[in-house]
């Protein structure tokens, strides 16, 4: 294959090997010219003694083939077996191919590694498609909590996940600065503006925030406006306190995300939407224009009361015409906005600034509300846009096993600020991506600082610094190991690798070849807890082998009277920390080069 269109790691080079053993068949007649590969799949084994890789290819491709998926196999597994990389082939069960690589792909792949650092991975399969991720999104009703905190990591990683394997990436965070919560702030905010005038407000009112950040926000009143907002109705104050209190908010979320290195690309107003042009309302009048929109009834809710069901003519979007279960309400009795004509239209709005490609991010509450939000991108895309919803569960605080209770509307919950500030930053971020976002999280403060193997995120970034004092401690053995980390690597490249022949180095070397694979798969289901996953295993191989190295000298990562041995394994080592440091960045999360 020549170097140009050489792939980037060994699965996808097994995989375009497939592929062209495919294509000769197509030659030869066993295979129609209309054949898909698409479907065809290298990966592990589920059994590791069955092999090094897998292919599925004789069982996806053997109904164009009309044969059976053996006989396709067999075929298949003839041509396999002349490549020059494939040690063995065995074609197991219906027709599934498992293959033993000869060792020196191997160590090709860590060559591979040590050549390319912390670039290693990093793909082309998002062929630089524009993307809008949205997440946070809280209401700018107060500073975030660790409720937030979750959906806020997820949402991070994954746009950083996706940047990693090609995509144009825009991070997104949609302001809800027009319901009536944001009313309820201003009220609030308004009466902090009294007590910083002197006022004794006594025990804030039942439905309003009482949290002490609204505070700062009435003393800032209190010394822009003086008095004169006292002398005024609600009417003509509501506005300008709202808009105040939601600026001042906004800085407090931004900096609450900054405490978590987060940084959004854009902040979309929500009241912009009606603010000037309105876009809710030509929206509304395209889909009408095109029968997606119409004037009718709708039947009360299941198992509502009848009194609480208001039986009237109102405008309604044929959801169902796009895979919802029932038609929805666009406006209010009142005449206003509901939430989801705004929601359509701010969708709409990300279509046309060019993302035909949306995910949203949203907390476990708003499952209900996927069906009828994908139905409207449907309609107002006519079908070229696709929106998928991530929801991240719920996140259980603990403290040594104990809850730790949270309220935002009594104002005795915990921040987000606050926990960052009692186990840092890394700690929060892997351990937010260290479960599926769609499962509970049991989020324990004593657990995350524990220096042990218990703590997933430690145990990571004790692997990196592991490789570090390791490059450290070679230097009597190696005196001309370089410090850098891209002289290391260039130093490195010329190792004699083939001499790594123990199983368990091999098994460490197969781990890191895995890497660029897990990320893509990562990448396209977007699932980035994948990344956490596989680099705790990594890193729980690599302190296997340092240990069993204890225990058998000639397995030691430093041999002194041997430098040839230590820079193979020096190179294996830089392998691993050079993977290590690629997928903590990926989550936004340092990896130490020594720890205390």
């Given at each position: 294959?020549?170097?140009?269109?050489?792939?980037?790691?060994?699965?996808?080079?097994?995989?375009?090997?497939?592929?062209?053993?495919?294509?000769?068949?197509?030659?030869?007649?066993?295979?129609?010219?209309?054949?898909?590969?698409?479907?065809?799949?290298?990966?592990?084994?589920?059994?590791?003694?069955?092999?090094?890789?897998?292919?599925?290819?004789?069982?996806?491709?053997?109904?164009?083939?009309?044969?059976?998926?053996?006989?396709?196999?067999?075929?298949?597994?003839?041509?396999?077996?002349?490549?020059?990389?494939?040690?063995?082939?065995?074609?197991?069960?219906?027709?599934?191919?498992?293959?033993?690589?000869?060792?020196?792909?191997?160590?090709?792949?860590?060559?591979?590694?040590?050549?390319?650092?912390?670039?290693?991975?990093?793909?082309?399969?998002?062929?630089?498609?524009?993307?809008?991720?949205?997440?946070?999104?809280?209401?700018?009703?107060?500073?975030?909590?660790?409720?937030?905190?979750?959906?806020?990591?997820?949402?991070?990683?994954?746009?950083?996940?996706?940047?990693?394997?090609?995509?144009?990436?825009?991070?997104?965070?949609?302001?809800?600065?027009?319901?009536?919560?944001?009313?309820?702030?201003?009220?609030?905010?308004?009466?902090?503006?009294?007590?910083?005038?002197?006022?004794?407000?006594?025990?804030?009112?039942?439905?309003?925030?009482?949290?002490?950040?609204?505070?700062?926000?009435?003393?800032?009143?209190?010394?822009?406006?003086?008095?004169?907002?006292?002398?005024?109705?609600?009417?003509?104050?509501?506005?300008?306190?709202?808009?105040?209190?939601?600026?001042?908010?906004?800085?407090m979320i931004k900096a609450d995300l900054a405490a978590l290195n987060i940084k959004h690309d854009v902040f979309f107003s929500e009241r912009s939407l009606t603010t000037g042009v309105d876009q809710v309302g030509a929206t509304i009048a395209g889909?009408?224009?095109?029968?997606?929109?119409?004037?009718?009834?709708?039947?009360?809710?299941?198992?509502?009361?009848?009194?609480?069901?208001?039986?009237?003519?109102?405008?309604?979007?044929?959801?169902?015409?796009?895979?919802?279960?029932?038609?929805?309400?666009?406006?209010?009795?009142?005449?206003?906005?509901?939430?989801?004509?705004?929601?359509?239209?701010?969708?709409?709005?990300?279509?046309?600034?060019?993302?035909?490609?949306?995910?949203?991010?949203?907390?476990?509450?708003?499952?209900?509300?996927?069906?009828?939000?994908?139905?409207?991108?449907?309609?107002?895309?006519?079908?070229?846009?696709?929106?998928?919803?991530?929801?991240?569960?719920?996140?259980?605080?603990?403290?040594?096993?104990?809850?730790?209770?949270?309220?935002?509307?009594?104002?005795?919950?915990?921040?987000?600020?606050?926990?960052?500030?009692?186990?840092?930053?890394?700690?929060?971020?892997?351990?937010?991506?260290?479960?599926?976002?769609?499962?509970?999280?049991?989020?324990?403060?004593?657990?995350?600082?524990?220096?042990?193997?218990?703590?997933?995120?430690?145990?990571?970034?004790?692997?990196?610094?592991?490789?570090?004092?390791?490059?450290?401690?070679?230097?009597?053995?190696?005196?001309?190991?370089?410090?850098?980390?891209?002289?290391?690597?260039?130093?490195?490249?010329?190792?004699?690798?083939?001499?790594?022949?123990?199983?368990?180095?091999?098994?460490?070397?197969?781990?890191?070849?895995?890497?660029?694979?897990?990320?893509?798969?990562?990448?396209?289901?977007?699932?980035?807890?994948?990344?956490?996953?596989?680099?705790?295993?990594?890193?729980?191989?690599?302190?296997?082998?340092?240990?069993?190295?204890?225990?058998?000298?000639?397995?030691?990562?430093?041999?002194?009277?041997?430098?040839?041995?230590?820079?193979?394994?020096?190179?294996?080592?830089?392998?691993?920390?050079?993977?290590?440091?690629?997928?903590?960045?990926?989550?936004?999360?340092?990896?130490?080069?020594?720890?205390?």
């Amino acid at each position: 294959m020549p170097a140009s269109t050489k792939p980037a790691h060994l699965y996808a080079d097994v995989l375009a090997r497939v592929h062209g053993i495919c294509r000769a068949l197509v030659a030869d007649g066993v295979l129609p010219d209309t054949v898909d590969l698409s479907r065809i799949v290298v990966e592990p084994p589920k059994d590791p003694t069955h092999g090094d890789m897998a292919t599925n290819a004789a069982m996806v491709l053997a109904k164009e083939a009309k044969a059976k998926p053996r006989d396709l196999a067999d075929r298949i597994a003839d041509k396999l077996r002349a490549d020059p990389v494939v040690a063995g082939v065995d074609v197991a069960g219906p027709g599934f191919i498992n293959l033993t690589l000869k060792p020196a792909a191997w160590f090709d792949a860590l060559r591979g590694i040590v050549r390319d650092g912390n670039a290693y991975g990093r793909s082309a399969i998002g062929g630089a498609e524009k993307i809008n991720v949205e997440y946070v999104s809280a209401n700018p009703t107060g500073p975030m909590h660790v409720g937030h905190c979750r959906g806020a990591v997820f949402g991070d990683a994954l746009a950083s996940l996706l940047s990693f394997a090609g995509y144009d990436v825009t991070k997104e965070y949609y302001i809800n600065d027009a319901g009536a919560q944001v009313d309820v702030l201003a009220r609030s905010a308004f009466l902090r503006y009294r007590e910083a005038l002197g006022e004794d407000i006594g025990e804030i009112p039942e439905g309003l925030y009482p949290g002490d950040y609204l505070k700062p926000v009435g003393v800032a009143l209190a010394k822009e406006q003086g008095d004169r907002l006292l002398k005024q109705p609600e009417g003509e104050w509501l506005a300008l306190v709202r808009a105040k209190a939601i600026a001042m908010m906004m800085e407090m979320i931004k900096a609450d995300l900054a405490a978590l290195n987060i940084k959004h690309d854009v902040f979309f107003s929500e009241r912009s939407l009606t603010t000037g042009v309105d876009q809710v309302g030509a929206t509304i009048a395209g889909l009408r224009d095109k029968g997606d929109v119409y004037e009718g009834r709708l039947p009360p809710p299941k198992g509502a009361p009848v009194e609480d069901y208001e039986d009237r003519e109102q405008t309604l979007f044929r959801a169902t015409a796009f895979g919802d279960d029932v038609d929805r309400p666009l406006k209010k009795s009142d005449g206003s906005y509901t939430y989801f004509a705004s929601d359509i239209a701010y969708h709409k709005n990300k279509y046309d600034r060019g993302f035909r490609n949306m995910v949203d991010v949203w907390g476990a509450d708003h499952g209900g509300y996927i069906k009828r939000v994908q139905a409207a991108i449907k309609a107002v895309t006519g079908g070229e846009g696709s929106l998928d919803v991530k929801i991240v569960q719920l996140v259980k605080l603990l403290r040594n096993g104990e809850p730790v209770k949270m309220s935002k509307r009594s104002g005795d919950f915990v921040t987000l600020r606050e926990v960052v500030d009692e186990v840092g930053s890394d700690a929060v971020r892997f351990m937010m991506l260290f479960r599926k976002n769609d499962a509970v999280l049991d989020f324990d403060l004593a657990k995350v600082l524990e220096q042990s193997k218990d703590n997933p995120v430690f145990y990571v970034q004790y692997g990196h610094a592991r490789g570090h004092s390791i490059f450290k401690n070679a230097r009597e053995t190696v005196p001309a190991l370089p410090d850098t980390d891209q002289g290391r690597r260039d130093f490195l490249a010329d190792a004699k690798i083939e001499r790594l022949d123990d199983p368990v180095e091999l098994s460490l070397i197969r781990q890191l070849a895995q890497y660029p694979r897990m990320l893509e798969a990562a990448a396209l289901s977007h699932e980035p807890h994948r990344i956490a996953f596989y680099l705790y295993d990594l890193a729980s191989e690599f302190h296997a082998l340092w240990t069993k190295g204890r225990d058998l000298p000639h397995l030691r990562f430093i041999i002194d009277n041997d430098a040839e041995i230590t820079t193979a394994r020096l190179a294996l080592v830089q392998g691993v920390v050079s993977i290590l440091a690629s997928g903590l960045a990926v989550l936004g999360v340092h990896a130490p080069n020594e720890m205390r």
